[in-house]
């Protein structure tokens, strides 16, 4: 059947990478709006969904920074100028469509020149655009992330953990938290490879590798593998409780 999310009225701040950005942007603008008046109004506090991080000493306001790669948007003409004035180094970045999925439209920029042909196309939309005389004369919209080319690794490979969390009310909070599942690539990572299999852990971009029919289930793990594969391999080493997934990970998660 239909998801029912996209049933949910402006279901694309929900589900749109240009809506969650904005979104954070405006948390963080309140956030600090907040901390610079040293607001003491616990109600008006307690109206704004936090972002935390928790810890035995209690939770601490993450900045976005600290969990968000540096990130531009492409519609924007000042912030297109800001990303193409701070990009004339050898970096990496991602760019990623925003109302899409599955990996599809998303692709790496490795150094100055894949910047100048991006550069050089979104000013050959923007003049099609005025030329056209059409009403919306703005380029696709897009964002670009400074990407993370050394990431935490599961075997050598690219992974990420897919939860979900249903924020059923914020007056009083109820929320549901599912644990989700653990998602890899099939291939070890390579931050110079050109291949969007190594980067980017989604099934249907791995559908594209090669390998996928042979590694197709190591590719999705289920949290209680994730769970044993942990305990065996860092419980000791690393000083961790037994079964960190199913107590401070699962906690830590459920609470952000």
């Not at 050394?150 to 050598?156: D, I």
């Not at 992974?159 to 109820?174: G, H, K, M, N, W």
């Not at 289920?222 to 065996?232: A, K, P, T, W």
Request: net charge positive; aromatic share 12%; proline share 3%.
């Amino acid at each position: 059947g239909e998801q029912l999310l996209y049933q949910i009225p402006n279901n694309r701040v929900l589900t749109s990478k240009l809506g969650l950005l904005c979104c954070l942007r405006e948390q963080e603008r309140v956030m600090k709006k907040i901390r610079s008046s040293n607001s003491k109004n616990l109600h008006q506090r307690q109206n704004f969904f936090f972002l935390c991080v928790w810890s035995c000493r209690g939770a601490r306001l993450l900045k976005m920074e600290e969990f968000f790669p540096e990130s531009f948007r492409l519609d924007l003409k000042d912030e297109r100028n800001a990303f193409f004035q701070l990009c004339k180094e050898e970096q990496i970045w991602i760019c990623k469509p925003s109302y899409s999925n599955q990996g599809r439209g998303i692709f790496l920029l490795k150094n100055p020149a894949a910047v100048n042909t991006l550069q050089a196309q979104l000013h050959s939309t923007e003049e099609y655009l005025l030329n056209k005389k059409v009403s919306y004369k703005v380029p696709q919209a897009r964002i670009v992330q400074r990407y993370i080319h050394q990431p935490l690794l599961l075997e050598g490979k690219k992974f990420d953990v897919r939860s979900y969390l249903l924020i059923a009310c914020t007056a009083p909070y109820v929320l549901f938290f599912a644990q989700g599942y653990v998602r890899l690539t099939c291939a070890n990572y390579d931050a110079a490879s050109d291949d969007l299999t190594v980067h980017l852990t989604n099934q249907y971009i791995q559908k594209k590798n090669s390998l996928y029919s042979q590694l197709k289930d190591e590719t999705v793990w289920r949290m209680e593998h994730f769970n044993s594969y942990v305990n065996q391999k860092f419980r000791k080493t690393n000083g961790l409780p037994k079964d960190w997934v199913f107590t401070v990970f699962t906690v830590s998660a459920s609470k952000c």
